[in-house]
Nanobody
Framework: QVQLVESGGGLVQPGGSLRLSCAAS????????MGWYRQAPGNQRDLVAT???????NYVDSVKGRFTISRDNAKNTVTLQMNSLKPEDTAVYYC???????????????WGQGTQVTVSS
């Protein structure tokens, strides 16, 4: 099995910063794309940012210029640096990873348990 454990959420004032981290562990042969999604109450889970194994990034328009995603392939971690936070960024943030557990296995998607980010004065 594969586990994704997130950390770094919390309460921050508008304009502030938070850093989310996610560590993958377990039966991992290779991690492919990793990313962050978020879900606000009453909404669907939406993409925030992704990063490929070779470092190519993709962001939803609403966070471009404010959020930065990065990864450490040696440590199986992905990080989301969030700056200039706005109240509309409030949501539960989920880590996602595309994982193969053997050289020939199908790649499967795994999710973390989620971490709450609240932006409020």
């Amino acid at each position: 099995q594969v586990q994704l454990v997130e950390s770094g959420g919390g309460l921050v004032q508008p304009g502030g910063s938070l850093r989310l981290s996610c560590a993958a562990s377990g039966n991992i042969f290779r991690l492919y794309a990793m990313g962050w999604y978020r879900q606000a109450p009453g909404n669907q889970r939406d993409l925030v940012a992704t990063v490929t194994r070779d470092g190519r990034t993709n962001y939803v328009d609403s966070v471009k210029g404010r959020f930065t995603i990065s990864r450490d392939n040696a440590k199986n971690t992905v990080t989301l640096q969030m700056n200039s936070l706005k109240p509309e960024d409030t949501a539960v943030y989920y880590c996602n990873a595309q994982v193969s557990q053997t050289p020939t296995a199908t790649t499967l998607a795994y999710w973390g348990q989620g971490t709450q980010v609240t932006v409020s004065s």
